[in-house]
């Protein structure tokens, strides 16, 4: 069970704006702020869980999860949220929620119940904590009517705002955020409107820049779910280190792509490749780019490469290229 680095990035946002930096949020928590860097990094729940409980502990808001609903900029969501923005209508931004959820998060889903006048939300998550499980229920379904009032406008009400937890003592928040339509201990989470609100036409729909959006999400999705092999998932993140030098254990590494290193292991096998193998991959990657810069002594490339004896650098890429980096530029690759 994961959630995407996007989610985090957007929960980070809102945790700095109330006043706590993000490396005191991250504090304590083996959540390494450079994983914020890397687009497809994904955390476990468990972690994302704690993150939670740790934010609201440092920020002192016990309704931070319907504060970050409410006030995380689109720009943090990454190309879905813009898609949705420019949907035709709300029902099409609502499908688009559900096509694109995986891209968010492996186990939270959304479902459309449409009867009669009435079209529900519902949400189902995994469980952690009552904390947290209020928490990320507040801020899903704040999220989600400010998306319906994106479409019908910021003065739309919503039938019912229902919440599985008991009534919190934050719940003048609810009020304020739901207009007094939410309701505590229902059999399932989610949110309730007129049917007839699904048809709102978005004004800002450009239907040129749409397409465009979706076929990108599109990849994004086929990426997770078919696409991307994990050797070069694994490269990808190698690639986005500030340092290769200061690689984290294989551990941390597993951790950080949302699995078990028992997993991650058994995925490159599938794939025929090594840990060890991929890691000189990206090496050989990061090196050969400093070599194309023709301004760029091999002495200098060897030291920015963590290495300080050249020589040691020369055998390194020679095994990650096959030849030395003289060879590299003599034959005019740099």
């Not at 004004?203 to 749409?210: C, F, Q, S």
Request: with cysteine; charged share 30%; net charge positive.
């Amino acid at each position: 069970m994961s959630v995407s680095i996007v989610l985090v990035r957007a929960f980070v946002e809102v945790v700095e704006r109330a006043g706590v930096g993000r490396d005191r949020l991250l504090l304590g928590t083996k959540v390494d702020p450079n994983r914020l860097d890397v687009s497809d990094a994904r955390l476990e729940f468990a972690e994302f869980a704690r993150l939670e409980t740790r934010a609201i502990d440092l920020t002192g808001d016990e309704a931070l999860g319907l504060h970050i609903g409410e006030q995380a900029s689109e720009a943090a969501f990454d190309l879905v949220a813009h898609l949705i923005a420019h949907a035709p209508t709300l029902r099409d931004g609502i499908e688009l929620c559900l096509r694109f959820q995986r891209v968010f998060s492996d186990d939270s889903e959304l479902t459309l119940v449409e009867k009669d006048d009435a079209a529900t939300l519902r949400l189902s998550f995994p469980r952690t904590t009552l904390r947290c499980d209020r928490m990320h229920a507040e801020f899903v379904l704040a999220g989600l009517l400010r998306m319906i009032k994106a479409f019908a406008g910021p003065h739309a009400k919503v039938r019912a705002a229902d919440f599985e937890h008991a009534r919190p003592d934050h719940h003048l928040e609810y009020t304020r955020i739901f207009g007094g339509a939410e309701r505590f201990r229902r059999a399932f989470t989610g949110i309730e409107i007129a049917r007839k609100v699904l048809d709102q036409a978005c004004l800002h729909h450009h239907a040129e820049l749409y397409e465009v959006l979706r076929s990108q999400a599109e990849r994004t999705l086929s990426n997770l779910t078919h696409g991307v092999g994990q050797a070069e998932r694994l490269k990808q993140y190698f690639l986005a280190r500030p340092s290769l030098a200061a690689i984290p254990g294989m551990a941390i590494v597993a951790r950080d792509l949302g699995m078990s290193v028992r997993s991650l292991r058994r995925r490159l096998t599938e794939e025929g490749v090594s840990y060890k193998g991929v890691l000189e991959e990206a090496f050989g990657t990061v090196a050969t780019r400093l070599l194309s810069d023709s301004r760029r002594s091999i002495q200098e490339t060897a030291h920015t490469m963590g290495f300080s004896d050249p020589t040691a650098f020369h055998r390194a890429f020679k095994r990650w290229t096959g030849r030395t980096p003289k060879q590299y530029r003599a034959k005019g690759d740099a």
